[in-house]
């Protein structure tokens, strides 16, 4: 899940060439966003997003602006720097989450391009939305209804944010994902069965459950590993857990250079994924990439990434006993897990940026959108 402060902006420029193909625009982009040395959900796409648009001929403009209240304060001088931005762009693209920054950061954004008759692209990745929008104060509503279109990754997003907003624009477009960095030489006969999660350690995210499956798991399949990366506010709950449960073989990597997942992909057997919300799930698709099968509750936009039964299964929300299930058989069933391994690989194509690109290229070049 991603986390409701981040932030990512982008303000678009239109160039006079560009170097993919004459029938294209170039563009200046500036992208506001939580960059590096940070980590997290939101890091990844901003830094994908920038390295995909420079490797195609754009000029990219990176603008660090930390996360939660980091960047807020002094106030005036990230709404100036806003103005000043917008001011030389066409295109301004936001991608938010569910949290205040919806309001406190992307709200002005929205509304000063808005006056300066700017294109506004709401990029939308809160997963919590799914269960929490008909809820939301009617402040927090505002972006969707004034960006000129609002973007999200899965259908279920759209339908939802529809039946709310009858007059906002919406499109799909799945996250880009950098599948071919996780597309290593693969391992199939594994000595010691791996189960590997990664998601920031919160309460939402499930590794209380995965820890009860994976104990159960252990007492058929006694070498069982289970690999958890990433940090959280709840890691040291989860290590006070394992001890009082006595589980052993629960190895916590901590927060990782994403550059060390594909290794760390390449020596597990299973991806397990407990979340409750999930709007998307990046690494769902290069855990794919990496011949991983995945077993994972169906909830949130999962079902549009994984395939049930052809990449991994999803199983019903809490239904744990069918989680260890299904964990068991791949396990056991050697030709399973490869023919699953193998469906993956070539799924998490279509979520690679010589894919994705071309969606996000049409609706930059909308002159619909144009003053909206």
Known sequence: MLKPQNILLIIIKK??????????????????????????????????LSNNLINDGH?????QLGKGLMGLFPIPTLYFQFIHNILRCDIIHIISASGSALWIKDLP???IARLFKKKVILNFVGGKALDYYPKWP?????????A????????????????YNPLTKFYKIPHVVDVKSFKNNHDLKKEVPILLAAKSLEDYAGFDILLDVFSSVKEKIHNAELWIVGDGPIKDDLKDQVKEMELKD???????DHKEMPDIMQKATIFVHASKYESFGIVLVEAMASMLPVVSFDVGGISEVIINSKTGYLIPYRDNN???????????????????????????????????????????????????
Not at 59 to 63: A, D, M, N, R
Request: charged fraction near 25%.
């Open 15 to 48: 160039k006079e060439s560009f170097n993919i193909s004459s029938n294209r625009q170039s563009y200046k982009i500036a992208i506001l966003a939580p960059l590096p040395p940070l980590s997290g959900g939101m890091t990844q796409i901003a830094e994908s």
């Open 59 to 63: 000029k990219v403009i990176k603008i």
């Open 109 to 111: 954004a929205i509304i």
């Open 138 to 146: 009617w402040y927090k509503r505002l972006p969707f209804k004034w």
């Open 148 to 163: 000129s279109v609002v973007v999200l990754p899965t259908d279920i997003f759209v339908n939802l944010l529809k039946k």
């Open 250 to 256: 629960v190895r916590f990597f901590g927060n990782i």
């Open 322 to 372: 069918e989680f260890i299930d299904k964990i068991l058989d791949l396990i056991t069933n050697e030709k399973m897990k490869k023919e699953l391994g193998e469906n993956g690989i070539v799924h998490s194509e279509k979520f690679s940026w010589e894919i994705i690109r071309n969606y996000w290229y049409d609706l930059y070049s909308d002159s619909g959108l144009e003053g909206n």
